[in-house]
């Protein structure tokens, strides 16, 4: 297997770097743009934590509900799952497909770095079949390519929260850590423009 993949996540991460530091559309306020624009940061990229999996398509399928941080809320179909292993130990998790995108998958997840070295309230995953397939029709479960939400950075902002069903109980040293700031607009630090 070629790493090449480690080297479009390289690339894929310093352009989200970019696009924050500088972009207008940017979910960092401006006054921590530029120059005063901290970074992100990431765990080392760990080849154990990407997984080839097919996805597991339920029966039933079923539309949920999803809270988000303000209050709202936003519905998705809970597709089907992905079933693999870290350490010997068996994890799962629900992909969900946000009604009226048939072709892509959230796979949001909680694990026990959240408080601690990544965003407390849970890292995203996006899965498009053009980028996250394999010839023999597996989906790539990536979790180098965690990312973390854009309340992380700002609080003005509206978040889906993780469901029940995908809090691991299980460390993913994988992919984004948590935002070296405050977010903006929280405990009164920053201020939206």
């Known amino acids: 297997m070629t790493e090449d993949w480690i080297d479009e996540l390289r690339e894929m991460r310093?352009?989200?770097?970019?696009?924050?530091?500088?972009?207008?559309?940017?979910?960092?306020?401006?006054d921590q743009q530029g120059e005063a624009f901290?970074?992100?940061?990431?765990?080392?990229?760990d080849p154990d934590l990407r997984f080839e999996l097919p996805l597991e398509e339920h029966?039933?399928?079923?539309?949920?509900?999803?809270?988000?941080?303000?209050?709202?809320?936003?519905h998705y179909?809970?597709?089907?799952?992905?079933?693999?292993?870290i350490d010997g130990e068996e994890y799962s998790l629900q992909a969900y497909q946000p009604i009226g995108e048939e072709e892509r998958f959230w796979v949001p997840f909680r694990d026990e770095?959240?408080?601690?070295?990544?965003?407390?309230?849970?890292?995203?995953?996006?899965?498009?079949?053009d980028e996250h397939t394999t010839p023999?029709?597996?989906?790539?479960?990536?979790?180098?390519?965690?990312?973390?939400p854009t309340c992380a950075?700002?609080?003005?902002?509206?978040?889906?929260?993780i469901p029940i069903?995908?809090?691991?109980?299980?460390?993913?040293?994988?992919?984004?850590?948590?935002?070296?700031?405050?977010?903006?607009g929280a405990h009164g630090h920053g201020h939206q423009h």
């Open 14 to 30: 310093q352009r989200k770097e970019e696009y924050f530091r500088e972009h207008p559309h940017s979910p960092i306020p401006q």
């Open 38 to 45: 901290p970074g992100l940061e990431y765990f080392e990229v």
């Open 59 to 74: 029966d039933g399928k079923e539309e949920i509900t999803v809270e988000t941080t303000a209050d709202g809320e936003q």
């Open 77 to 85: 179909i809970n597709y089907g799952r992905f079933t693999f292993e």
């Open 113 to 129: 770095t959240n408080d601690d070295e990544t965003y407390g309230a849970g890292r995203y995953l996006d899965l498009e079949p």
């Open 136 to 148: 023999d029709g597996n989906w790539i479960l990536d979790f180098n390519q965690a990312y973390s």
């Open 153 to 161: 950075y700002n609080a003005a902002y509206e978040c889906p929260l």
């Open 165 to 184: 069903a995908n809090w691991l109980e299980v460390r993913i040293e994988a992919g984004e850590k948590d935002y070296p700031r405050e977010p903006a």
